[in-house]
């Protein structure tokens, strides 16, 4: 009986761990300045698709500039044949400065370059800042794409692969209007 005791616990043990192993599930805790070095590596990895959310992405005079970066990035992954899809939160007369609306830069640089770019319905704030990479890999947390965001802001966002979640981001992002 001891033996079979045993035997049970050993084989829930196994495959309680096996699960673990088996999803695939893969997480990465971004804080900070982080975000910049983990996105771009991700996005110059990508393979096939990117699909981004972003209630900020801005573009500045300096070219080092970490979003400007991430842009550059967005645009030689197009180059190379990755399937992108971005959603902007709409340009609100609030966020205006003496260069026009927030993401209108971004967005106008990304439908240059042959971009599917979006704006959301102006009624609705879409504040999602969510980067979808291969269908697998989701960065989503609170970094937006400006100076602050990615350089001196705190922030924290977590990169994890686990393709059901991508798949069903990738339904919320076609949903979103």
Same mark, same amino acid.
């Given at each position: 009986m001891r033996r079979w005791i045993v035997l049970v616990l050993l084989l829930i043990i196994g495959t309680t761990f096996l699960g673990c192993a088996t999803t695939g599930l893969q997480s990465e805790l971004i804080l900070n300045d982080e975000y910049f070095h983990v996105a771009h &590596?991700?996005?110059?990895?990508?393979?096939?698709?990117?699909?981004? *959310?972003?209630?900020? +992405? #801005? *573009?500045? =005079? /300096?070219? =080092?500039?970490y979003s400007n970066r991430l842009l @550059? =990035? #967005?645009?030689?992954?197009?180059?190379r044949d990755v399937d992108i899809h971005v959603i902007l939160e709409y340009p609100k007369p609030e966020y205006m400065d003496e260069e026009g609306p !927030?993401?209108?830069? *971004? /967005?106008?640089? #990304?439908? !240059? !370059?042959?971009?599917? *770019?979006? +704006?959301?319905?102006? @009624?609705i704030t879409t504040h999602s800042k969510v980067l979808i990479i291969d269908e697998e890999t989701i960065i989503a947390g609170s970094h937006n794409y400006s100076f602050s965001g990615l350089k001196y802001n705190n922030e924290t966002s977590?990169?994890? &692969? =686990?393709? !059901?979640?991508?798949k069903r981001l990738i339904k919320y992002f076609e949903q979103i209007n």
């Open positions: &590596r991700e996005i110059q990895n990508a393979k096939e698709s990117i699909y981004l *959310v972003a209630y900020l +992405f #801005l *573009v500045y =005079d /300096y070219q =080092d500039a @550059e =990035d #967005l645009i030689g992954a197009h180059e !927030a993401n209108q830069k *971004v /967005y106008e640089k #990304l439908k !240059a !370059a042959g971009i599917d *770019v979006r +704006f959301d319905k102006p @009624e977590l990169l994890m &692969r =686990d393709r !059901a979640k991508a």
